[in-house]
């Protein structure tokens, strides 16, 4: 493939719902511009972008992949990014490499959740949006309630630009509204232009007047044209429409059929001049190494500066960096620093990626996606620049993980293999985090939902062969007195030569701390001062441990004030010990009570789930403490919860919202736990002993 500047290369992130044809679409445009030879079908596990093995498996797409098309000299990167909300984390590196976000939307089915979010994240990010409804062909598809959808939930900026013509049932004629052309399919998929526009009677001028609405919000000019009633002339509504898809005021509305390629010419003629090319929106704003904000310009006559959007980790292959190239040039003979470690990384090949499919390439232009192999140090998100020019340039802002599994291998011995596994697959996805508990002694893994969490689990055995299971992470409760003890802790023990002697009285009482408070009150030397720190060891070493289910001990103030020694016999291990039999003896005596953990819950909501929400709340024994106003007519449920209650919240929120709301969850303090919750974590505990 040759080299293409800036100017005429376009970096297209497909996203939207999943289930709407993000591949297929993609696969067709592959097919037409004749960089496959055959169109990809997700049914038959043969495109080029659903290549993974867990894709394929699965028969949907988890994984973010590139594919360069060439049409009318100009080179379209396309960016296939999943649509399930599990793996959304593709989405965001799909959009960082990206001018446009190209929203697929089902002709059937309409907006969607998926629709939502992927025009929400793609205004954040600031991209150009295109939308592109899909399944015209579909005996259920319905086109024009979908486009009535698409204005009224992202408003009068929606512009068709594209139409099918509807006759018994079937769209095979589909109407270029900027072009005032019409194209007829036949049953292979060929257009041939019609010189008469087919009888769509009131529809069709609707069409029209929707154009010159959206053209006329481009400028105050048109704008006033608009109002005065004047007919605006072709150049206008082209050059109008132009302007506004590429300053983000315009959001074209396109339409075909992946399975049929109905439509997918015209779609493909059409964005080549209307979309943002890399030289029009592919400069960004970095910050230098003084924190000072700096202007890098798409320009590969500039100081090199790429991003590293995406990294596949192999373990035979190695790893594979994706990046895109904002300034400058990235070739074997570029220098280029990693801005995070501080290193020159080593260059000894640049490839173009197709899919799984690789190609040497000479060099990767401004504006331009490519990928570097074995870049052992570099990870998603690292800029890469030109030791004459440092700077750093945005990362990735990734969704938090919030559902959380323990792991456990099926084979004993291999809890290394799988931490090792866990650390390659999050530096593919870093939306997977794990981490040892030092409490429980688990190995937790959070992620986006189940089906992440178990496309994790068949990786680690396709990729490194360990097998593991997932189960419900252990809670880390506490335990504590609400009531106080005056106690003796007495070691004796003779055995021939010198014996064992260590006697202390201690009192026991509740305080406010994390753990143990000691403190000495012996008078008259009944215990000598060298054994204190033994007596405070036993103590702390003791509190580890509690009666009731064998959970740390907090709270507790611990006064040693009398005891006796013997010249001899005594130690610091018997005054150890001695201190582990009053703690044993006088902690069941002071009111022993188990404390769990409560956490502090800010769930984001749409308006009409807040009673559901704040039913769940109240159903998994937590409090509700306020509610305020969000962004977009969300609602903010602010609340606290036993930690205990929340291993499935993020299924019960997905579900309920629709996938529309978020949460955040974070340890707040330790409370009682109520009798009969306390009763069956002391059972459990005794179970798992037994």
């Not at 059937?108 to 600031?126: F, I, L, R």
């Not at 009731?548 to 709270?555: H, Q, S």
């Given at each position: 493939m040759k080299q293409y500047d800036p100017k005429h290369i376009l970096n297209f992130a497909m996203a939207g719902h999943s289930g709407a044809g993000k591949t297929s679409v993609a696969e067709a445009m592959l097919y037409l511009s004749k960089a496959?030879?055959?169109?990809?079908k997700i049914a038959d596990g043969n495109t080029q972008l659903d290549f993974d093995a867990e894709e394929i498996r699965r028969k949907v797409s988890i994984v973010t992949a590139v594919a360069p098309v060439e049409w009318k000299n100009t080179k379209i990167n396309i960016i296939d990014t999943p649509g399930l909300f599990d793996f959304e984390g593709g989405v965001f590196e799909g959009y960082r490499a990206a001018e446009t976000a190209?929203?697929?939307?089902?002709?059937?089915?309409?907006?969607?959740?998926?629709?939502?979010?992927?025009?929400?994240?793609?205004?954040?990010?600031?991209?150009t949006k295109i939308f592109f409804v899909n399944g015209v062909c579909d005996e259920d598809a319905r086109f024009y309630r979908v486009l009535e959808d698409l204005k009224a939930t992202f408003g009068p900026s929606v512009c068709p630009v594209i139409v099918p013509h509807i006759e018994n049932g079937q769209a095979n004629t589909y109407i270029n509204l900027l072009e005032y052309k019409a194209y007829k399919y036949d049953n292979k998929g060929n257009a041939t232009p019609t010189a008469i526009i087919p009888e769509m009677g009131d529809r069709f001028e609707g069409l029209r007047e929707a154009i010159k609405e959206a053209v006329a919000e481009t400028s105050e000019e048109l704008m006033e044209k608009f109002f005065m009633e004047e007919e605006f002339t072709p150049e206008e509504i082209i050059t109008g429409v132009s302007q506004g898809v590429k300053d983000g005021s315009l959001?074209?509305?396109?339409?075909?059929?992946?399975?049929?390629?109905?439509?997918?010419?015209?779609?493909?003629?059409?964005?080549?001049?209307?979309?943002?090319?890399?030289?029009?929106?592919?400069?960004?704003?970095?910050?230098d190494v003084n924190g000072d904000p700096v202007e890098i310009a798409c320009n590969e006559q500039g100081a090199t500066a790429a991003i590293i959007f995406k990294t596949v980790a192999d373990p035979f292959v190695g790893k594979l960096s994706y990046f895109k190239v904002v300034s400058g040039k990235v070739s074997t003979d570029t220098p280029l620093v990693n801005m995070r470690t501080g290193n020159q990384e080593r260059i000894t090949k640049v490839l173009t990626v197709r899919g799984k499919k690789q190609e040497d390439a000479a060099a990767i232009l401004a504006g331009d996606i490519g990928a570097i192999p074995k870049l052992t140090a570099a990870n998603t998100g690292d800029t890469l620049c030109s030791p004459t020019r440092k700077v750093i340039l945005d990362g990735i802002d990734y969704p938090a993980p919030s559902f959380t599994m323990a792991v456990y291998p099926k084979k004993k011995g291999e809890e290394d293999k799988v931490a090792q596994g866990l650390a390659r697959l999050v530096e593919e996805d870093p939306t997977i985090q794990y981490k040892n508990d030092p409490e429980t002694k688990e190995l937790v893994m959070s992620g986006m939902g189940e089906q992440h969490l178990d496309v994790v689990v068949s990786k680690l055995k396709s990729k490194f062969n360990v097998e593991v299971e997932l189960k419900?992470?252990?809670?880390?409760?506490?335990?504590?007195?609400?009531?106080?003890?005056?106690?003796?802790?007495?070691?004796?023990?003779?055995?021939?030569?010198s014996g064992q002697y260590g006697d202390v009285w201690i009192k026991f009482e509740p305080c406010d701390s994390d753990g143990l408070e000691f403190d000495i009150a012996v008078v008259g030397g009944s215990v000598p001062k060298q054994f204190f720190p033994a007596v405070e060891k036993g103590l702390r070493d003791s509190i580890k441990h509690g009666p009731?289910?064998?959970?740390?001990?907090?709270?507790v103030k611990a006064t040693l004030y009398d005891g006796k020694y013997h010249p001899v016999d005594s130690n610091e291990m018997a005054f150890k010990t001695a201190a582990q039999l009053a703690f044993k003896a006088g902690i069941p005596q002071a009111k022993p009570a188990l404390l769990e953990p409560v956490g502090s819950l800010k769930a984001t909501v749409p308006d009409a789930n807040m009673g559901d929400i704040m039913g769940e709340v109240n159903k998994r024994r937590g409090r509700v403490l306020g509610m305020n106003a969000g962004e977009d007519g969300m609602q903010i449920v602010e609340a606290e919860v036993p930690m205990a209650e929340m291993a499935d919240f993020s299924v019960f929120m997905r579900q309920c919202t629709q996938g529309r709301g978020s949460y955040s969850f974070e340890f707040e303090r330790y409370e009682d736990a109520p009798a009969q919750v306390a009763q069956k974590v002391i059972e459990a505990a005794k179970a798992d002993i037994d």
């Open positions: 496959s030879d055959r169109l990809g190209v929203i697929v939307v089902s002709a059937k089915d309409g907006v969607n959740v998926g629709t939502e979010k992927a025009v929400k994240a793609a205004d954040k990010e600031g991209l959001c074209p509305v396109f339409c075909g059929d992946a399975a049929t390629t109905f439509g997918i010419e015209q779609f493909l003629n059409t964005i080549t001049w209307l979309a943002p090319t890399a030289a029009d929106k592919g400069s960004e704003t970095a910050v419900q992470p252990k809670v880390a409760y506490r335990e504590t007195i609400r009531g106080k003890s005056d106690v003796e802790g007495k070691h004796k023990k003779q055995s021939g030569g009731l289910a064998g959970y740390p001990v907090v709270g």
